[in-house]
Nanobody
Framework: QLQVVESGGGLVQPGRSLRLSCGAS????????IGWFRQIPGKEREGLSC?????????????YYADAAQGRFTISRDNAKNTVTLEVDSLKPEDTGVYFC????????????????????WGQGTQVTVSS
């Protein structure tokens, strides 16, 4: 199965921005739908955003944001680097948690409803801590 790796987490002050990256070796990431999720302590894991593989965008859009993620989150692909990036702006202490990248070869990114169970390949997560 595909192995994806997240990077870019760390300690950041409130109000700052952070860019998280998702990458993989040996495959073209554009062949996969990519979702970003986070696990905030004490809360259920939630989907934040997803970006479709170009294989499927004949049928629907490319980028979707969960309602809770709209406004401060931006997802993008850099096919030259074979990565997917999630930028989080205006970070708040409540954003503290583990952020995960997940990939799936199927057509799973097609709406703002982003479900963990639709993605087969998960990274180990990257810790984001927002604190002054």
């Amino acid at each position: 199965q595909l192995q994806v790796v997240e990077s870019g987490g760390g300690l950041v002050q409130p109000g700052r921005s952070l860019r998280l990256s998702c990458g993989a070796s040996g495959v073209t990431l554009d062949d996969y739908s990519i979702g970003w999720f986070r696990q905030i302590p004490g809360k259920e894991r939630e989907g934040l955003s997803c970006i479709s593989s170009s294989r499927f965008t004949y049928a629907h859009g490319t980028i979707y944001y969960a309602d809770a993620a709209q406004g401060r989150f931006t997802i993008s692909r850099d096919n030259a680097k074979n990565t997917v990036t999630l930028e989080v702006d205006s970070l708040k202490p409540e954003d503290t948690g583990v952020y995960f990248c997940a990939a799936d070869g199927g057509d799973v990114c097609y709406s703002k409803d982003i479900y963990e169970w639709e993605y087969d390949n998960w990274g180990q997560g990257t810790q984001v801590t927002v604190s002054s």
